[in-house]
């Protein structure tokens, strides 16, 4: 533990110091107007989130409750820390799907914007206890990070709220936390979230929302990645729940008090029962799935998808950081 959580603290520091400034991308200077913007970054994206993938992955499984899980969340503090931001580490004990006691940890870092209206960007940093998590969920967890750098120094329209959760693979535990502390005047002040799970491995790259008014941030993320020339596809109407009816990521809890939400994944629901849970042919992994499985690492994705992963988490901060820098519209 005294070894690898300054390694990640050092990695960020030292990618911090020599990356391009965040002024030098189009999409950070462009002004925030009603229509959208085509705004290509100048830079390639994803390259350090690469390099947080690694890091976390290299810890192990993060099971919930275990030691490997509290490192992960502690090294995930340092690197907000680092940032500049105002961190908060949010212990919580609840019970797990098997009526067992979970204790864990949410990390929360904020950074202000020019409105005190929120927006919540969340990532489970938790892993099941095969493989490594790369996929699940590293990946979403790195795309945060390297998002969270990004606009540091950025004039947002929305305050952001940056949440890594403990204890998703357990119940989604820490969502259902942050949630519960929560107090009405914050519910009405948070008018999005924005949920990060699984982008590293599947062949297609999707965003999620429920319909009508709530579909306002999806639908300008499609149609901005679509002016920008990014390959980010929907389903709609989509149906996301377990066979009990539950949430099948952090987004849930948000969306059961009436946030909207928009949900990053990479997966393929035309393969397998069509129902997005096989998410490679099925010649690979455990019949098509890579996430919850001894595939679940950088070294297969790499060897078997050469170049994929690369691509998705440019894609995936590329996308987060112009909504971040550019979307300003009523969500609610």
Same mark, same amino acid.
């Given at each position: 533990?005294?070894?690898?959580?300054?390694?990640? $603290?050092?990695?960020?520091?030292?990618?911090?110091?020599?990356?391009? *400034?965040?002024?030098?991308?189009?999409?950070?200077?462009?002004?925030?107007? @009603?229509?959208?913007?085509?705004?290509?970054?100048?830079?390639?994206?994803?390259? =350090? #989130?690469?390099?947080?993938?690694?890091?976390?992955?290299?810890?192990? *499984?993060?099971?919930?409750?275990?030691?490997?899980?509290?490192?992960?969340?502690? #090294?995930?503090?340092?690197?907000?820390?680092?940032?500049?931001?105002?961190?908060? =580490?949010?212990?919580?004990?609840?019970?797990?799907?098997?009526?067992? @006691?979970?204790?864990?940890?949410?990390?929360?870092?904020?950074?202000?914007?020019?409105?005190?209206?929120?927006?919540?960007?969340?990532?489970?940093?938790?892993?099941?206890?095969?493989?490594?998590?790369?996929?699940?969920?590293?990946?979403?967890?790195?795309?945060? $990070?390297?998002?969270?750098?990004?606009?540091?120094?950025?004039?947002?329209?929305?305050?952001?709220?940056?949440? #890594?959760?403990?204890?998703?693979?357990?119940?989604?535990?820490?969502?259902?936390?942050?949630?519960?502390?929560?107090?009405?005047?914050?519910?009405?002040?948070?008018? #999005?979230?924005?949920?990060?799970?699984?982008?590293?491995?599947?062949?297609?790259?999707?965003?999620?929302?429920?319909?009508?008014?709530?579909?306002? $941030?999806?639908?300008?993320?499609?149609?901005?990645?679509?002016?920008?020339?990014?390959? $980010?596809?929907?389903?709609?109407?989509?149906?996301?729940?377990?066979?009990?009816?539950?949430?099948?990521?952090?987004?849930?809890?948000?969306?059961?008090?009436?946030?909207?939400?928009?949900?990053?994944?990479?997966?393929?629901?035309?393969?397998?029962?069509?129902?997005?849970? @096989?998410?490679?042919?099925?010649?690979?992994?455990?019949?098509?799935?890579?996430?919850?499985?001894?595939?679940?690492?950088?070294?297969?994705?790499?060897?078997?998808?050469?170049?994929?992963?690369?691509?998705?988490?440019?894609?995936?901060?590329?996308?987060?950081?112009?909504?971040?820098?550019?979307?300003?519209?009523?969500?609610?």
């Amino acid at each position: 533990m005294k070894r690898i959580l300054p390694l990640l $603290l050092l990695l960020a520091l030292v990618l911090n110091a020599c990356s391009i *400034p965040v002024a030098s991308a189009p999409a950070a200077t462009s002004p925030v107007v @009603t229509q959208i913007l085509v705004s290509t970054p100048a830079i390639n994206y994803g390259v =350090i #989130a690469r390099a947080y993938v690694k890091t976390l992955t290299d810890m192990g *499984p993060r099971v919930a409750g275990t030691d490997q899980e509290a490192q992960a969340a502690e #090294a995930i503090a340092d690197v907000f820390t680092s940032f500049g931001y105002p961190t908060e =580490i949010q212990l919580f004990t609840e019970t797990d799907d098997n009526g067992g @006691t979970i204790d864990s940890t949410n990390v929360v870092a904020v950074k202000s914007g020019k409105s005190a209206q929120e927006i919540i960007v969340g990532a489970h940093y938790d892993s099941a206890d095969v493989g490594q998590g790369a996929d699940d969920n590293a990946s979403g967890v790195a795309v945060m $990070l390297e998002a969270a750098d990004l606009v540091k120094n950025v004039p947002t329209p929305y305050t952001i709220r940056f949440i #890594a959760f403990g204890a998703e693979e357990a119940g989604l535990l820490g969502s259902y936390a942050y949630l519960n502390q929560m107090s009405q005047a914050e519910f009405e002040n948070t008018i #999005a979230m924005i949920n990060l799970d699984s982008l590293a491995a599947g062949d297609i790259a999707y965003v999620y929302s429920d319909e009508d008014q709530q579909a306002a $941030l999806r639908d300008w993320t499609l149609e901005w990645a679509f002016g920008n020339g990014l390959d $980010l596809q929907t389903i709609h109407n989509v149906d996301l729940s377990e066979d009990d009816g539950s949430g099948v990521s952090d987004y849930a809890a948000f969306r059961d008090v009436g946030i909207p939400y928009v949900y990053f994944e990479a997966t393929n629901w035309a393969l397998g029962d069509q129902d997005g849970y @096989t998410q490679v042919d099925p010649q690979y992994g455990d019949e098509g799935k890579i996430w919850h499985t001894e595939y679940d690492t950088l070294d297969y994705l790499d060897t078997n998808f050469p170049g994929r992963v690369d691509q998705h988490l440019d894609l995936f901060v590329t996308v987060l950081f112009n909504i971040l820098t550019q979307y300003e519209g009523s969500v609610q």
